[in-house]
């Protein structure tokens, strides 16, 4: 029943801002951590972003000062905010929820379907 929807892609130039949201149907605080992901085309998979429930809020590198992830737990949302925006930003962009670990079992973990961000002038 858990579902992930992100919106707010979209076409934006180089030094623009835009903010993603990630819509959760189910009560984000029960999992330990939301991220986001992007893909690039014809690139892998690369983690962007995560906050967990206990506020470690860690960020990639090549965003680091320039995307702030946030969340609203009364709405069991979650936003990515992307300021001065490079076409090296382009991708596809992904939510990501992860259930909490039990002992050694890991919690299962959920996707969304995508939002695009084309960063051209």
């Known amino acids: 029943q858990v579902q992930l929807v992100e919106s707010g892609g979209g076409l934006v130039q180089p030094g623009g801002s835009l903010t993603l949201t990630c819509q959760v149907s189910?009560?984000?605080?029960?999992?330990?951590?939301m991220g986001w992901y992007r893909q690039a085309a014809g690139k892998v998979r690369e983690w962007v972003a995560q906050?967990?429930?206990?506020?470690?809020?860690p960020v990639e590198d090549s965003v680091k000062g320039r995307f702030t992830i946030s969340r609203d737990s009364d709405k069991n949302t979650v936003y990515l905010q992307m300021n001065s925006l490079k076409p090296t930003d382009t991708a596809v962009y992904y939510c990501?929820?992860?259930?909490?670990?039990?002992?050694?079992?890991?919690?299962?973990?959920?996707w969304g379907q995508g939002t695009q961000v084309t960063v051209s002038s």
């Open positions: 189910t009560n984000i605080l029960d999992f330990y951590a």
């Open positions: 990501h929820a992860q259930e909490p670990w039990v002992a050694l079992t890991r919690g299962r973990e959920y």
């Open positions: 906050i967990t429930t206990a506020d470690f809020i």
